[in-house]
């Protein structure tokens, strides 16, 4: 394995600190633009919960130049769309467009990120649109029940809250807030700027150079907060709901833990689709439920691991001792040549499938560079993957599947 980057991945960083990440591939008409701000809501003390997505909002309510139509109608009037998103360790603001209109792409989005006005009156209507955004949220059972989950795995930690926040924080919020935070966390040292598709990156430096005039200032990066001990819990919750949702799960990995790629390929043979053991020996065996599937989020200090099922309240006990059978078979029998084969190559075969998309080549590029200050090529993914043993698999299982670190929680009917 290289660690030579491939020649049409390059990077360059500005003197204000701001970091440019291309792929140029020229076979398409396409682009996918995002600047990625190193930012979450885990970044947010007790009393901004909720800001950072808050804030998300908001650079589209106006700039100095341009008006909430204007900004919208900037890439849809050239076919392109544009969006953003905030997630617990970074927010990003991105479009996707024809190769012609990349100037106005990054003008528009960094426009968004250097000049945002915040008026009172939209920040006050913002305010409700984000409150129903809640409501929906809690009218949707696996959301609800996955908010009381995480809160439980990371207890007392921001990463155990909601991004989006609470009510009586978001109503709290004010212009000077808003103002304070994005000054403090928007700084350029803290963003990139990832574009993949038909540019070069001598045209995308450039064009960053003309439009992201924020000059450079000393930037601190945040403390993170220390976890606190995990727990194993136990919860049960009613709603007004006419299934049973379950999650069971513990802490797990972080982005950088050697021990990654093996917790993929067991989530894999766990959960890598109808084929996969959860699905075959659950939905298709006994046909108790329509939805189930594990996951596996990783963060740059900690993971979540964890089993979704929706199921009909009668089988919940049944479907529990199931689960840490297929969890407790991982722990206690090698998996075949062929079964971890096939694993292998699904998950291969994912990585290369997901190239055909500029959209996820451009967060490949951005992630890699802010969790890894370089870019991580598939050819290394694959053979971490591939150098994956079935006695490997097996002895991770041993400790990571014991049932005394899973946590549980299960969203019931109301009676």
């Not at 439980?152 to 935070?181: A, C, W």
Request: charged share 25%; glycine share 4%; hydrophobic share 35%.
């Amino acid at each position: 394995m290289s660690d030579q980057q491939p020649s049409h991945i390059k990077k360059s960083t500005l003197p204000s600190g701001l970091r440019v990440v291309t792929e140029e591939i020229d076979s398409v008409r396409s682009l996918s633009v995002g600047i990625w701000i190193k930012t979450g809501s885990r970044d947010e003390t007790d009393r901004e919960a909720g800001i950072t997505h808050f804030l998300e909002h908001m650079l589209f309510k106006g700039t100095k130049k341009r008006s909430p139509f204007d900004i919208a109608q900037t890439m849809e009037s050239v076919g392109g769309y544009l969006n953003a998103f905030t997630s617990l360790e970074h927010t990003c603001y991105y479009t996707r467009c024809l190769d012609t209109a990349l100037e106005r792409a990054v003008d528009v989005l960094s426009d968004m990120v250097q000049n945002s006005t915040f008026p009172v009156d939209e920040i006050e209507k913002e305010k409700k649109v984000v409150v129903e955004e809640m409501k929906m949220y809690r009218d949707s059972p696996d959301d609800y029940v996955f908010e009381i989950f995480n809160g439980m795995i990371f207890k007392n930690h921001p990463l155990g809250r909601p991004i989006i926040g609470f009510e009586h924080t978001v109503n709290s919020f004010t212009q000077d807030d808003l103002n304070t935070y994005l000054a403090r966390r928007y700084n350029p040292a803290n963003l990139v700027l990832s574009v993949a598709g038909n540019a070069t990156h001598e045209e995308v430096v450039k064009l960053a150079e003309k439009y992201f005039t924020a000059d450079s200032s000393p930037f601190e990066e945040v403390e993170t907060l220390a976890l606190s001990t995990y727990e194993k819990q136990r919860k049960r919750v009613t709603k007004a709901i006419e299934q049973t949702h379950l999650v069971m799960g513990r802490r797990s990995l972080s982005t950088s833990d050697p021990d990654r790629y093996k917790l993929l390929l067991a989530n894999t043979l766990l959960s890598g689709g109808m084929s996969s053991r959860l699905h075959q020996n659950i939905r298709e065996k006994y046909g108790y439920c329509y939805s189930i599937h594990a996951f596996n989020q990783t963060y740059k200090d900690s993971g979540l691991f964890g089993v979704y099922v929706g199921t009909d309240q009668e089988y919940v006990d049944h479907v529990q001792e199931l689960v840490y059978q297929e969890l407790d078979r991982m722990a206690n029998e090698t998996v075949g040549d062929k079964e971890l084969s096939e694993a292998k190559s699904q998950l291969k075969g994912k990585l290369l499938l997901a190239q055909e998309s500029m959209s996820n080549r451009m967060t490949r590029l951005a992630k890699s560079e802010m969790y890894f200050d370089r870019y991580i090529t598939l050819d290394e993914l694959v053979d971490q993957i591939d150098a994956v043993t079935s006695d490997e698999i097996r002895n991770f299982s041993q400790d990571f599947f014991k049932q005394e670190y899973f946590t549980e929680t299960i969203l019931t009917p109301e009676q």
